[in-house]
C-alpha cells in the first residue's frame, strides 16, 4: 500500500486497494486539496474520472467517518515516475451532487468531467465549459441516474441490405 504524501488533508482516509496501490476517501470540501497533495507526491496523470449512482446500495461498506450518500465520484492516478496507482473516491451529494473540478489540476479531465455531468448530473466547480459531451443540449436528465426512465427513445435502425 501506498503511503499518505505529507500535504493530504488529515480527514482524508486511505485504504488498501485491491486494484490499485491504495484507495483515499475525501470529502467534498477537502477533494481538491487531496488531489493537489497527490500531485505534488508525484501522481503525473489523472486516468480518468467516473461518476457512480448508488441508488439502490446505499448501505455499502465505507470506512469510519465517511457518510455515504446517493452520488460518488471517482478518480484514478498514475506515478509513471514511482509507477503507482492510486484511486480518489468522494462522496458527492444526493438530490444535487457538487464536487470541485480538476481541470486546473490536470487539463486532461475536462471530456470526463463533462460525460460524468451530462449522465449523472455532477457539477464540477470550476469546470471551463460544464456543458453537454454526449446527450443533446436540450436533453431533460440524465441517463445513467438509476431512477431515469428506460425506453424513452424509440430505437431507429437503417433498414440492412437484404440477401445476396
Known amino acids: ?40 507526491d508525484g501522481f503525473e496523470q489523472c486516468l480518468d474520472v467516473l461518476g457512480v449512482d448508488y441508488l439502490e446500495y446505499a448501505e455499502r461498506a465505507l470506512p469510519e467517518g465517511i457518510a455515504a450518500t446517493r452520488f460518488e465520484v ?22 444535487a451532487p457538487q464536487v470541485d473540478s480538476l481541470f486546473a489540476l490536470y487539463p486532461s479531465v475536462e471530456g470526463a468531467e463533462r460525460e460524468v455531468f451530462d449522465m449523472f448530473g455532477v457539477l464540477f466547480d470550476g469546470h471551463p465549459d460544464l456543458t453537454r459531451i454526449l446527450m443533446p443540449e ?7 441516474r438509476k431512477d431515469y426512465g428506460t425506453g424513452r427513445v424509440p430505437v431507429q435502425f437503417k433498414e440492412g441490405p437484404g440477401p445476396r
Not at 23 to 39: I, Q, R
Not at 80 to 93: D, E, Y
Open 1 to 40: 500500500m501506498i503511503e499518505r504524501p505529507a500535504l493530504m488533508p488529515d480527514d482524508v482516509v486511505l485504504t488498501e486497494g485491491t486494484s490499485c496501490d491504495g484507495v483515499f476517501f475525501a470529502s467534498p470540501a477537502n477533494y481538491f486539496a487531496a488531489v493537489t497533495a497527490l500531485k505534488a
Open 74 to 95: 471517482v478518480a484514478n492516478f498514475l506515478s509513471l515516475s514511482r509507477v503507482k496507482r492510486v484511486r480518489v473516491r468522494v462522496q458527492a451529494g444526493n438530490e
Open 138 to 144: 436540450d436533453w431533460e436528465g440524465h441517463p445513467l
